[in-house]
């Protein structure tokens, strides 16, 4: 949340009446249920309209898509782990210097997404959406700031893209289920580039 | 080239009769006419099968669907790419020492993708197999070998796929265009990032 505003992976909406937020959360309870059951790959509109035991065009009406229903289902951990590095204790939150901030932000990430995985992995934008992800351009935000706090010759816009891009759910998923590679290898290659930019 | 056989955009495919390749090179030949003269959003199979004066069917046993199509019309220029690092003259090429052809490599790669935009963010491949396209692997290969004559000590597996992903045409296309941010700057974003890790 930022000014009472939370920073969603799904495109803003507005404002719903009181039923529909009811009709909303029973949607998304019957979605995490069928992921909890069969994981993501059985969320579809049919079978979240069947185990909530309403039509498919209401799933529609609420959520667009498939894409759409998914990233609202993520949208509440997304939430916690925005309040973890906007306002949380150390050393995400801000009581922590930029350094061990930053240090910490990466695994963060990194445990974050590979927790919820299969949804993560359904919910990637396209090509043309990629960068255009609300909760993708606060992360973005909070990089480059800590980035510019700490080298404040640097193009930290830039550098930000890059950090974030070093741990890219897509490439380290690639990296880990692909190749085999320790999740805490990729945890390590964040410490190591970092110490490689910031001495 | 490597060994004679070329790292392709497109999944390799088996040895072609030479009425075979004669017709590959008409389709792709129709394809390119009608990139040059209505962009790439106009190709698709049914307009290059009318420009090729063939049936749609033909197109699809050639290429499977629009994404191959488009993988094999840029396989020319990657080529001209893959031979320019892997053997040209310096500062690209072995000629040069790591740091120059490092230093080289991402400018490069830049202007060879921003030079084809439209057909590389056409042919941008679903997330499961972004880092699996051969010519991108042979990419991470080159840079990584260089990154670990040049840093021993690191992680060049994990470095090369950051460096890389300092420079992806979907990233670099929403700075330059949804952004308006100039590709020099980028391309500098390319160098100082280099000058942090290499000293």
Redesign the interface.
């Known amino acids: 949340m930022i000014d009472g505003t939370s920073l969603s992976l799904a495109d803003a909406e507005p404002q719903l009446r009181a039923d529909a937020v009811r009709n909303r959360a029973l949607l998304l309870e019957a979605a995490a249920r069928l992921a909890a059951r069969r994981g993501a790959a059985a969320i579809t509109m049919e079978s979240v309209a069947a185990e909530a035991g309403v039509g498919k065009g209401t799933v529609s009406r609420r959520f667009g898509d498939r894409n759409g229903l998914i990233r609202a289902l993520l949208d509440r951990s997304e939430s916690q782990f925005q309040e973890a590095f906007l306002s949380g204790p150390p050393p995400l939150g801000p009581e922590a210097d930029a350094a061990t901030r930053l240090r910490a932000f990466g695994p963060a990430l990194l445990r974050h997404e590979h927790a919820d995985l299969e949804l993560y992995?359904a919910a990637?934008p396209s090509?043309?959406r990629?960068?255009?992800v609300p909760a993708r351009q606060l992360r973005h935000r909070h990089v480059a700031v800590l980035v510019r706090a700490l080298?404040p010759a640097?193009?930290a816009e830039?550098?930000a893209?890059?950090l974030l891009?070093?741990v890219?759910v897509?490439?380290t998923d690639?990296?880990v289920r692909?190749h085999g590679m320790p999740l805490a290898?990729?945890e390590?290659?964040w410490h190591?580039?970092l110490d490689?930019?910031l001495t």
Do not use: K, Q
């Open positions: 992995l990637e090509p043309s990629r960068f255009a080298l640097a193009d830039l550098l893209h890059t891009a070093s890219d897509v490439l690639h990296l692909g290898r990729v390590a290659g190591d580039l490689r930019l």
